[in-house]
């Protein structure tokens, strides 16, 4: 059973720029990943997800034109790449891996434990 990691979380204030990485510890070469996130008080939303070959990306609205998620096959990473964030991006984020693309959780197997992105005014 594949194990993710994140990492890259942070206080930031708004506008500023956040990376998010996540290692696989096996190969994810066959499999769509994506990235979610958990704000206090909310559902778990999915922020953005990406086929086995980074040939396609699918993003929520909310974020659309501010984060970009890529990956790295050979190194079995997972990215998010987040400019310009605002305080309601606040919330712990999370990646995921699976068998099918898009933002829906039932989607993904296997999930990381989460790294927290807190964004001030």
């Known amino acids: 059973q594949v194990q993710l990691a994140e990492s890259g979380g942070g206080s930031v204030q708004a506008d500023e720029s956040l990376r998010l990485s996540c290692a696989a510890s096996?190969?994810?070469?066959?499999?769509?990943m994506a990235w979610f996130r958990q704000a206090p008080g909310k559902e778990r939303e999915g922020v953005a997800a990406?086929?086995?070959?980074?040939?396609?990306?699918t993003y929520a609205a909310s974020v659309r034109g501010r984060f970009t998620i890529s990956r790295d096959n050979v190194a079995n990473m997972l990215y998010l790449q987040m400019n310009n964030l605002k305080p309601n991006d606040t919330a712990v984020y999370y990646c995921?891996?699976?068998?099918?693309?898009?933002?829906?959780?039932?989607?993904?197997?296997?999930w990381g434990q989460g790294t927290q992105v807190t964004v001030s005014s």
């Open positions: 990406i086929l086995p070959s980074g040939s396609m990306t």
């Open positions: 096996t190969d994810i070469l066959r499999n769509s």
């Open positions: 995921a891996i699976g068998d099918a693309f898009g933002l829906s959780e039932t989607f993904y197997k296997n």
